[in-house]
């Protein structure tokens, strides 16, 4: 079974980042070989059959074959809204790459080779396994250079863009007071049990004072934790999986140390002890500037393919 890294599919994460429409592009008359136009260059035919192959290919790699043909939504299939997706990302690499060349930063040849090697060459276990996977699946590395250069150019100008915006410290604070779910982290430990009698049972341990962790091996059912004290590490309330939300907002209105009652959810019965928290605006400073940049980098993207003039001469259902 081939181990996909997330650059394989790293396109679908730009335009999920980024929810770049082609709704809203002028439709021009059909031109013979042309797909659409961004400021006058050209996306032909070719091109976007040749990076839609692949882009199936590895969506079939990563959720099986009869993924193209599942409804997703609006009675469209996802084969339809791939085509879309993708429709989206080779306009948006025109857009970006004419940004780009204002500021004479480019994508070196040295820099595709060094990203081939190592998000491909590599993570196929060398170069033989690699060049047997693109003939097993009839894909051209002349398709995969080209899905890294957009890559890479995208990056360069989040990297540029990084450089040169200039945030206040009050507009930072402000971004994390409207943003904490997103930010503010909490540890727990957790026992796991599968009645409210037996948790009830617990609890009544724990208020005669027996330890936490050493009833965490003795009595939790999730074995996984068991083994690390019921530790379930940190997260934040946006970013705990969803079978463990009520867990994140208990977690929330603990002091640290202290103990929950029982937590219903899908999976049984939950009694959770806050072990940290992270909360500061300097503890999280860095990642608040991160998240807040790549936010405004955003706004930039979508300024930029409103200002360009983006002809579309197909329809992309057809």
């Known amino acids: 079974m081939v181990r996909l890294n997330k650059r394989l599919l790293i396109l679908?994460?730009?335009?999920g980042l980024i929810s770049l429409s082609i709704i809203g592009c002028t439709k021009g008359k059909n031109k013979e070989g042309i797909i659409a136009e961004v400021d006058g260059e050209a996306i032909t035919q070719e091109e976007f059959d040749k990076d839609f192959e692949l882009a199936k290919k590895m969506r079939q790699l990563q959720y099986g074959k009869e993924i193209l043909s599942q409804e997703v939504e609006d009675n469209r299939i996802y084969e339809d809204v791939l085509k879309e997706d993708l429709l989206g990302t080779l306009i948006l690499d025109k857009v970006i790459n004419n940004e780009l060349e204002k500021v004479n930063i480019q994508v070196t040849d040295e820099e595709v080779e060094e990203a081939l090697e190592n998000h491909y060459i590599t993570e196929f276990g060398g170069k033989d396994q690699y060049k047997r996977f693109l003939e097993e699946n009839d894909i051209s590395e002349e398709v995969i250079i080209r899905d890294i250069k957009r890559v890479l150019t995208f990056e360069k100008h989040r990297?540029?863009?990084?450089?040169?915006?200039e945030l206040s410290e009050d507009e930072i604070k402000d971004y994390f007071n409207k943003n904490k779910d997103s930010f503010i982290k909490y540890r727990i430990s957790h026992?796991?049990?599968?009645t409210e009698e037996e948790g009830n049972r617990i609890l009544e341990k724990l208020k005669k004072g027996e330890d936490f962790h050493t009833l965490v091996m003795m009595e939790s059912i999730d074995s996984d934790s068991a083994i690390q004290g019921g530790d379930l590490g940190?997260?934040?309330?946006?970013?705990i999986l969803q079978a463990y939300k009520p867990l994140g907002e208990a977690a929330s209105k603990l002091d640290i140390g202290e103990i929950s009652g029982l937590i219903k959810t899908e999976l049984g019965y939950h009694i959770i002890l806050l072990e940290d928290r992270i909360d500061s605006f300097e503890?999280?400073?860095?990642?608040?500037m991160e998240e807040f940049k790549n936010e405004k980098h955003k706004?930039?993207?979508i300024n930029l393919k409103e200002k360009a003039n983006i002809e579309i001469?197909?329809?992309i259902e057809e």
Not at 12 to 15: A, Y
Not at 191 to 194: A, G
Not at 234 to 239: A, V
Request: aromatic share 16%; charged share 35%; proline share 0%.
């Open 12 to 15: 679908t994460v730009m335009i």
């Open 159 to 165: 990297e540029h863009f990084f450089n040169e915006v």
């Open 191 to 194: 026992i796991l049990v599968k």
């Open 234 to 239: 940190y997260f934040t309330k946006e970013s």
């Open 283 to 288: 503890d999280l400073r860095e990642e608040i």
């Open 299 to 301: 706004e930039e993207i």
């Open 313 to 315: 001469y197909v329809d």
